[in-house]
């Protein structure tokens, strides 16, 4: 009998580290969170309540209107979602950049400050100053405010959606 209770307690601990190392490569073989996202393709626009009148945040998401903002935009991309990302960064964050839609050096620069300033602000941020806007920059970055049927942006006014 302590035979069987033995080699039932070997293939127990055999199978449960089996499973452990399994597990583990798993979880090595997981994309980061930038990787299992989609690139930003358009916008979506969010109403914003507290103004007269009303006003709406634009925000960079995977198809127009879908809501769907786990996406990422890098160096090189050039779509109205980086459009969206330029009117951000030049009204919440004192950013001068051409509204082109093109995500080249002075927008990754401009992103870059603004992970910056972030991380300065917020203490527990912590987020890579890599110049990419991804699940990170975008839990934190504000985003302008426009009036509704797309009226001007309201100056210096930011939104924090998360």
Not at 85 to 105: F, K
Request: hydrophobic share 35%.
């Amino acid at each position: 009998m302590p035979i069987h209770r033995r080699n039932i307690g070997r293939r127990s601990a055999a199978a449960i580290l089996a499973t452990v190392l399994a597990s583990a490569g798993l979880a090595l073989l997981a994309p980061t969170a930038a990787q299992a996202s989609s690139p930003c393709t358009s916008l979506t626009f969010y109403r914003v309540g507290g103004y007269p009148g009303g006003a709406d945040m634009h925000v960079p998401t995977i198809g127009w209107q879908t809501g769907n903002k786990h996406c990422y935009l890098t160096y090189g991309h050039s779509n109205s979602a980086v459009k969206v990302l330029q009117e951000a960064l030049n009204n919440c964050y004192s950013r001068s950049l051409s509204l082109d839609g093109n995500y080249g050096t002075k927008t990754r620069d401009a992103v870059r400050y603004a992970q910056h300033k972030i991380n300065e602000d917020i203490v527990y941020a912590n987020i890579a100053e890599d110049g990419e806007y991804g699940p990170q920059t975008r839990a934190y970055m504000g985003f302008a405010i426009f009036g509704v049927n797309g009226g001007p942006v309201i100056p210096n006014v930011c939104y924090y959606p998360g």
